[in-house]
C-alpha cells in the first residue's frame, strides 16, 4: 500500500528515470537504437527495480497512466538522439509494454497521438512485448497488434526461447521482430543446446524475414558467434550497459 501511494507521486516528483540500453548492428557494431529501461530513484530505498514496482503498477492500475508517460518521454529522448549526428538520424527507441497495457483498448490511439504531438517517427518507435503477453487468452492481442502495426510502430517479441511453446507459433504472429532471451545467450559457448537453439530462432527470423536481436552478450565470444550465425542486432554488458540520457548522448558524440 505505501509503495503503491508513493508510486503515485514518484513520477511527478521526478524520481522515476529512464535509462537506455544501446542497441547495435552486429555486422558493424554501429549504434541504431535503444532500449528504455525504467528505474526508480526512491530517497529512502534507493534505487528500486522495476521487477518489483512494475508489478505494483500493474496490479494497482496505476501502469495505465505510467505507461504513456514512459513512451512519451522514450520519444522526446529519441528526437534529440536523432538530431546528434546524421548517422543517427534513423535510431529508434524500444519501449517495453506489461501484460496490462495490452488490454488497454486505447493504446493504439495513445501512441498515435504521442507519435503525433513528439514529432517521432512511427517506425522509429518499438514495442517490446512477452511471449506471456501474446498467448494471454483474455487478451485480443492479436487484434490489438495489428492496430499498432497499422500506426506504424515495430513490435518484438521480448524474453523469446522462455516461454517456449514451439518455434511454430512465431509464423502466425505480427510481429517484425524477436529478442533472443539472455539465458540463451549466456551459455551459448559452452552450451550445445543452447546453441542449437540460438541458430533455430534466427534460422526460423530469416525464413520469416523478421529481425532477429540477443540481449545479455557479455563476451567477445559470444559476440562473434553471433554473428557468424545471422544474428542482426545485439545489445549487452559487452556492448554498453543501460545509462541515463545524459551519458547515452554522450556516446553518440
Ligand atoms: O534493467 P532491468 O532491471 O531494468 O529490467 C527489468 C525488467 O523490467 C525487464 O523485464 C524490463 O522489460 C522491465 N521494464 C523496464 N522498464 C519497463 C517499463 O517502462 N515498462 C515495463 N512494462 N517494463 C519495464
Ligand atoms: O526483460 P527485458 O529483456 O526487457 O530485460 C532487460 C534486462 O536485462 C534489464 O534488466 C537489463 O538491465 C538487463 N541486461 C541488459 N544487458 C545485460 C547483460 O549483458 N547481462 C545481464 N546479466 N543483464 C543485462
Ligand atoms: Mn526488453
Ligand atoms: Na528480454
Not at 79 to 97: E, I, Q
Request: proline share 4%; aromatic share 8%.
Amino acid at each position: 500500500v505505501r509503495m503503491e501511494k508513493e508510486l503515485r507521486t514518484a513520477w511527478e516528483r521526478d524520481e522515476l528515470t529512464m535509462y537506455y540500453q544501446p542497441v547495435f548492428r552486429m555486422s558493424d557494431r554501429q549504434i541504431v537504437g535503444a532500449e528504455a529501461l525504467l528505474r526508480w530513484q526512491h530517497p529512502e530505498y534507493g534505487v528500486v527495480a522495476p521487477s518489483v514496482f512494475i508489478a505494483v503498477a500493474e496490479e494497482t492500475g496505476l501502469i495505465e497512466q505510467l505507461g504513456p508517460h514512459v513512451i512519451r518521454k522514450a520519444c522526446i529522448d529519441a528526437m534529440r538522439w536523432r538530431a546528434v549526428a546524421p548517422k543517427y538520424t534513423d535510431l529508434f527507441v524500444s519501449v517495453n509494454l506489461s501484460v496490462r497495457q495490452l488490454r488497454d483498448a486505447w493504446l493504439p490511439e495513445q501512441v498515435g497521438e504521442i507519435l503525433k504531438s513528439t514529432g517521432m517517427s512511427p517506425e522509429g518507435l518499438h514495442l517490446e512485448l512477452t511471449e506471456t503477453v501474446v498467448l494471454d487468452d483474455a487478451i485480443d492481442s492479436r487484434g490489438l497488434m495489428r492496430r499498432l502495426r497499422d500506426a506504424g510502430v515495430k513490435l518484438w517479441l521480448d524474453d523469446f526461447g522462455t516461454g517456449f511453446s514451439g518455434l511454430s507459433h512465431l509464423r502466425r504472429l505480427p510481429v517484425d521482430g524477436v529478442k533472443i532471451d539472455r539465458t540463451f545467450v549466456s551459455d551459448i559457448l559452452h552450451d550445445a543446446d543452447d546453441r542449437a537453439l540460438t541458430r533455430a530462432i534466427i534460422g526460423m527470423a530469416q525464413s520469416l524475414g523478421i529481425v532477429v536481436i540477443a540481449e545479455g552478450i557479455e563476451e567477445q565470444g559470444q559476440y562473434e558467434l553471433l554473428r557468424e550465425t545471422g544474428c542482426d542486432l545485439g545489445q549487452g554488458y559487452l556492448l554498453g550497459k543501460p545509462m541515463d540520457q545524459q551519458s547515452f548522448l554522450k556516446l553518440l558524440r
